[in-house]
Each structure stands twice: as C-alpha cells, then as structure tokens.
C-alpha cells in the first residue's frame, strides 16, 4: 500500500483527486536543528617575532642569505662608532634632497633613511647625530602634535624630543 493512491471521495462528486500516501510515519520526520552561526575568534595582537617569522617562512632559500647577512651588519652595528662612509652617504643624500625641502624644517627622517635603505637604522642614527655634532647637519624635533609625523621613524631624545627633520646647518655669521 506504501505506493497506491486511495481515492477519498468528498461529498459533492465522483473527481475528486487521489491523495498520495506518505511511505515515512509522521513521527520519524524531524526539523534538523538549527545550526548556530560560526563565532569568528578574537584577533589578538600578533608580535613582531610572529610577524618575522611568517615572512621568513615566504623566502627563499637565497633571499635568506640576504636577509642573515643584513641581521648581522645590524647586530654589528648596534653599538659601534659611527661609521664615517655612512656620514659621507648621509651628507651626499642631503645634498641631493635638500633643495626641495630647503624651505620646510628640513628633510624627514623617513625619506633621508629611504635613500640610504642599505644601512642598518643604529648605524643610520650614529652617524646622523655624529654629523650633527660636528656641525655638518642640524637635526630638528617635530612638534608634539605635527600632523603627518611617524613617531617611530624619529630618534627620540630625552631634551629635545622627537628628532624627525634633518637641515643643513644655520650659515655662518
């Protein structure tokens, strides 16, 4: 019988239509339960080894080589004396991107650094207050609320605050 059609006959005529019957008892027939969306996990703030350690993961085997050798001339430099090629590269880069910043406060930090992008920030920073002592550039603090200053970039110091403007020195009078 699961597959037979039974005629029902309603008052009111012999066309009426077949009812099909169902193969599956009613009590067997259950709404699947709803499914709870997905909770997406709290991001937490990831490290900077973590971060490193993803990049480094990218690389190829050539590429770090390159990036060893640069980890070393960092840790080389760190507490070295400033080196006098990396002021002479300072002094030649300031001389070539000074004009067009000759009537701000100077250049920015971030922009003189990307043109020496080969030299290790403490040998960078060494160098750069070595020249400003011996009175080859000034270096100029950013003002506590300077739109467009990456505070990260500068060189903080503990009297003047944050370094971010390198200009030639003031003439002579």
């Not at 029902?8 to 259950?30: F, V």
């Amino acid at each position: 019988m699961s597959g037979e059609r039974v005629s029902t006959r309603a008052p009111g005529g012999p066309d009426t239509q077949a009812a099909p019957i169902s193969t599956n008892p009613r009590s067997t027939i259950r709404p699947s339960p709803s499914v709870p969306s997905p909770v997406e996990p709290r991001r937490r703030h990831r490290t900077p080894i973590e971060e490193v350690n993803d990049v480094l993961r990218q690389l190829r085997i050539p590429e770090l080589t390159d990036v060893l050798l640069y980890a070393k001339r960092t840790l080389a430099a760190r507490d070295a004396a400033p080196d006098p090629a990396v002021v002479s590269e300072i002094l030649a880069a300031m001389s070539r991107l000074h004009p067009a910043y000759k009537n701000t406060q100077g250049v920015p930090l971030p922009i003189l650094r990307g043109a020496l992008v080969q030299v290790p920030r403490a040998a960078f920073e060494a160098a750069l207050l070595h020249a400003e002592h011996e009175g080859r550039v000034r270096l100029v603090a950013a003002p506590l609320l300077a739109p467009f200053v990456e505070r990260a970039a500068g060189i903080h110091d503990p009297k003047r605050g944050l370094l971010y403007f390198c200009a030639c020195p003031a003439p002579a009078r």
